[in-house]
């Protein structure tokens, strides 16, 4: 087990109703609310209306920000930044899923910015010294941001999705009531599980191999999401599945499950190419990228497969080479990816064959990568990932 | 699953040498430094000199307080109070297992409080307004009071052994190094590991069985300690199983497992009892009393059990009723913690037939009880760990 540092302040208010506890959150704070959203769901399901007399009750300035689109761009935190500055912002509150709470904490730092927070952040990589304080009203299971201090933004003229992380990013609380899951689209659901079992899998298989409790905790949470999917796919108002499914989403990326493992993020990575080049969810593209790329680098590095293959999917290993069991585990994720309704190509995504030596070019292997991927492996994953 | 609420802010420096983040750790607190502690036995390994030479090197005031002994008691938290007062002293640094944490923490608040501490805060179980800051460089696997807000005291007089929570007593960092745990004798750690066990079947064995995270974690928990322990028992200096015991004991008790779930607390309750008789060592009272708590309940609970049986202890379940695969995973566990060198009776552990009733007397089931326990049940099971 590798040496490591954990801390993760983030309050969690969960359950049925758990909006109750906002008002007292609130008043922790500063008189005037940034709110950020998205679309108008959040109007349409009711947590609009809950969440403004929550701010009302606390006695709020509210000034709104909406139309936090999926993969958030860089023009909406210049907007939310402006915002910030021209009403005297304490505390910006994102009601929504990762897309709108990772663009609201780049809103809080980029306040706080003397420079330009793409430039500062995100290319000269130089420190932040302070943030707005952030809290969140979750409506989708997927990212984890709701208790990580991460956040992703992406550029889209220069197609480039690049991720941020400070410890002045945790949300000061995030709350958690499955029920607001229950208006989300079945794709956007599925989605979220890919995105959450795509969290799990970049920590599993990853460096050390040795007996570590995280890679146990993993495995536990791949089988809490399946069982519970399943559950929620044929009744989406399955209270204990949305539960499940919610909480387990929060626990695949708090920071536990990387704890003392080099973790590899590959399969993000890669994936974050798709998304800056064809804005394609989150989710999707990880459901197209991710099986192909763990079967590519399967052959390089079979035991943790053979274990993933008989914890998981309990396949028979008798008489099979290490190989050909991993290799096994693979196509058995793949088509699990597709048994629940999520894309396994890029042409399900659209996008065609040629843009693939754009999008592999902006894709930068880290040295700790699982199987030592190098920009080439990247090209022929993504050409693997037509099939 | 149960609405919760989860906070906890504990920052964690774990792995080989992780004590050389103390003196940048203590750079965040005043000069006056209570440094606490128990026997002898960190002065024999080096753990003593390496945290003086970290206090010297943040330039502290240290005053000592030692002989923290297993089962702490209220005198030696009168005498830790009494030094805060006389040296205004700014922050506690405990060094130790659970007995020196926990003595630490009811130090930290008695010294902020008027009244007494055992009457204010265990008798009338008023609420406390402030603590001093404390710290912990962990040499012992056991408690998980290195991460948790939790302490238990013993008022050996009045035979009591009580429990207090409050957010303000989480550790404000945690050093654990697994090397530091290499010292212990072989009896600590198996204690140690029962104990761990006993926290995860606390939280397990408790409703509602329905499909919880928090439960799928528990057996992810369960396996890793009893595989690296079986390691550890045949090699004590090997570093990955103590790593793995070292923070599935944090993870054990750092309050995720019971998220969602009524939580027991049985077993420890009826403990209690015998160290506050007998002083007992905790972990070993633990291995005499939770499996046979466990078989006197697992008939009217069997459910919980099946499973438990099953992913845990791999047993068949065909042809066999409910009740008995129950009993047959409760006889496991003793059988276990019998193999693993634990006592498994009260004789074992110096405790005689008559003592029952008094003892029985003095523990008051939680109405959340898993069974629905009375204090005649606990007068039974106390019965049958004569056996």
Redesign the interface.
């Known amino acids: ?18 909006i109750s ?1 906002l008002t007292h959150e609130l008043e922790k704070f500063g008189p005037n609310v940034l709110l950020t959203y998205g679309g108008g769901s959040i109007k349409r399901n009711g947590i609009y209306q809950a969440v403004l007399d929550s701010l009302k009750a606390a006695r709020k300035n509210v000034f709104e920000l909406s139309g936090i689109m999926a993969n958030p761009r860089t023009e909406k935190v210049y907007e939310g930044i402006r915002m910030c500055r021209d009403h005297a912002i304490d505390f910006i509150l994102a009601v929504g899923g990762g897309s709108v709470i990772d663009c609201s904490k780049f809103i809080a730092v980029g306040a706080k910015l003397d420079g330009d927070f793409w430039e500062t952040l995100l290319i000269k990589q130089e420190s932040m010294g302070e943030a707005l304080p952030l809290g969140v009203v979750l409506t989708l299971a997927a990212t984890g941001s709701e208790m990580n201090a991460t956040c992703v933004i992406t550029h889209w003229q220069k197609h480039l999705k690049l991720a941020y992380e400070h410890d002045l990013l945790y949300p000061k609380f995030s709350i958690l009531d ?1 029920i607001y899951t229950y208006s989300v689209s079945k794709s956007q659901m599925v989605f979220g599980c890919v995105d959450i079992l795509s969290h799990i899998f970049e920590v599993y298989f990853s460096a050390p191999d ?4 995280s890679d ?2 993993a ?3 791949m ?2 999401v399946m ?2 999917l399943a ?1 929620a796919l044929n009744n989406p108002r399955d ?3 949305r ?2 499914i919610m ?2 989403s929060s ?1 695949a990326l708090n920071g ?1 499950l990387g ?2 493992k080099e973790q590899d993020w590959m399969g993000h990575q890669i994936e974050h190419a798709l998304s800056a080049f064809y804005d394609v969810p989150h989710g999707a593209g990880l459901a197209v990228v991710h099986p192909v790329y763990l079967k590519y680098i399967c052959q390089k590095v079979p035991k943790k497969f053979v274990r993933y293959a008989q914890h998981i999917w309990h396949l028979d290993r008798s008489g099979k080479t290490e190989e050909a069991i991993a290799l096994e585990s693979v196509e058995k994720t793949r088509a699990y990816f597709k048994s629940i309704g999520a894309p396994i190509t890029l042409q399900e995504v659209g996008i065609p064959a040629e843009a693939i030596n754009e999008m592999a070019a902006t894709v930068h292997p880290f040295p700790t990568s699982y199987a030592h991927l190098t920009q080439e492996d990247v090209k022929h994953i993504l050409q693997q990932c037509l099939e």
């Open positions: 087990m590798h040496t490591f540092d954990f801390y993760n302040p983030v309050g969690i208010h969960f359950g049925e109703n758990s506890k499955p040795t007996s570590n409790v146990d905790i495995e536990a949470l089988k809490n069982e519970n559950v209270y204990t599945a539960s499940n909480w387990a626990m536990l704890l003392g």
